[in-house]
């Protein structure tokens, strides 16, 4: 089935800015990791972990090493929180640069690898097929990051991934 992706702007911090992907008009991917974890879940403390290393990346900058390298060599795929804080949680990302991230979804880690687990392997393969869209649109300069910005085309037809 075909799906329209739009990536859109989430947060501007100082030095970061952290867009999302929203299929057609529902809820966005970075919305749905959060919608998972309500106020006084037992997950507030690594909700916590995730929103303060968005705020530190976002006032630094976005430094591959604020990263956990996930997915493949060849994409931009990580995941948050960084390798030095223990969290049971993964929030997925696409890093285009020091200054533009792309927030996915995720959830709790509970298997050693995230393709052991089918639904944040989904997750990670939803990024990995934005991220080489949007690689593709950007080396045919349909697309073009700028410093904080993203400009030019931002959503892409899409062949969702079964669930």
Known sequence: MKSEIHIELFEKHEKVNFYTVRFNNGETEVDKFFGKFP???QYDEDVNIVI???DNIGERGAYE????????????????PTPIETSNLR????????????????GVKN??????????????????????LLKK??????????????????????KKPKT
Do not use: H
């Open 137 to 158: 649109s950007i080396s045919l300069d349909k697309t073009q990051l700028f410093r904080k910005q993203l400009f030019g085309v931002l959503s892409f037809e899409f």
């Open 111 to 132: 298997t050693r690898t995230y393709n052991e687990d089918p639904f944040l392997n989904q997750c990670v393969e939803l990024l990995q097929a934005v991220d080489r």
């Open 52 to 54: 303060k290393w968005i």
């Open 91 to 106: 929030l997925y990302v696409i890093r285009l640069s020091e200054e533009i991230v792309i927030l996915g979804n995720g």
């Open 65 to 80: 090493r604020y990263f956990r390298r996930e997915g493949k060599i060849s994409d931009n795929v990580m995941a948050l």
């Open 39 to 41: 106020e006084n879940s």
